[in-house]
T-cell receptor, first 115, second 114 residues
């Protein structure tokens, strides 16, 4: 158990819909990362938040957005869903967001299926 | 942009045999390098990381990796495979630019045969 929690574990929805994925980082970790794992794209970095502020952005679609709240939990919002958004979405956390060598602790993931 | 290449999407070994999973990175400046393992239906767990302290890095579960700058490689090895090592392994890099984003390879699925 990494200490990172993600809800829900599974999500099945239809094209065009909007969903929210939730992540609670390890106690004391200030930085949260979101990654998408799909069969064709592999594991891709989406976005990083550090202590409530956006720190880095990766290959995140404009239909996707994220935020980190004062209690440090984070939410990833996916809208106008398409079939290709079906994937495993991971949240990870680390102690801080300024050193590239910090270990990131991964949650169990949310499996999103868009029908 | 940083990239990571993992040679072999599937590797199969016998129990007790040597495990060798290959990883090459592309960067003129050696990045930080990581190996993560993903067991079925689970998240990723860090096996080991290279941050320039030593070129031979020992990790958990008997795994180790050697950083070779001249070959831009960071291959993962384990002298004797165990059935419990069956999983998917990911090599990842992180730039030394303060950004902590990880760039992952495509992964190598390890099968251990009895």
């Amino acid at each position: 158990d990494s200490g990172v929690t993600q809800t829900p574990k599974h999500l099945i929805t239809a094209t065009g819909q909007r969903v929210t994925l939730r992540c609670s980082p390890r106690s004391g970790d200030l930085s949260v990362y979101w990654y998408q794992q799909s069969l064709d794209q592999g594991l891709q970095f989406l976005i990083q938040y550090y202590n409530g502020e956006e720190r880095a952005k990766g290959n995140i679609l404009e239909r996707f957005s994220a935020q980190q709240f004062p209690d440090l939990h984070s939410e990833l919002n996916l809208s106008s869903l398409e079939l290709g958004d079906s994937a495993l979405y991971f949240c990870a956390s680390s102690v801080e967001g300024t050193n590239s060598y910090n270990e990131q602790f991964f949650g169990p993931g949310t499996r999103l299926t868009v029908l | 942009a940083q990239s990571v290449t993992q040679l072999g999407s599937h590797v199969s070994v016998s129990e007790g045999a040597l495990v060798l999973l290959r990883c090459n990175y592309s960067s003129s400046v050696p990045p930080y390098l990581f190996w993560y393992v993903q067991y079925p239906n689970q998240g990723l767990q860090l096996l080991l990381k290279y941050t320039s302290a030593a070129t031979l890095v020992k990790g958990i579960n008997g795994f180790e990796a050697e950083f070779k700058k001249s070959e831009t490689s960071f291959h993962l090895t384990k002298p004797s495979a165990h059935m419990s090592d069956a999983a998917e392994y990911f090599c990842a890099v992180s730039d030394r630019d303060g950004s902590e984003k990880l760039v992952f390879g495509k992964g190598t699925k390890l099968t251990v045969n009895p």
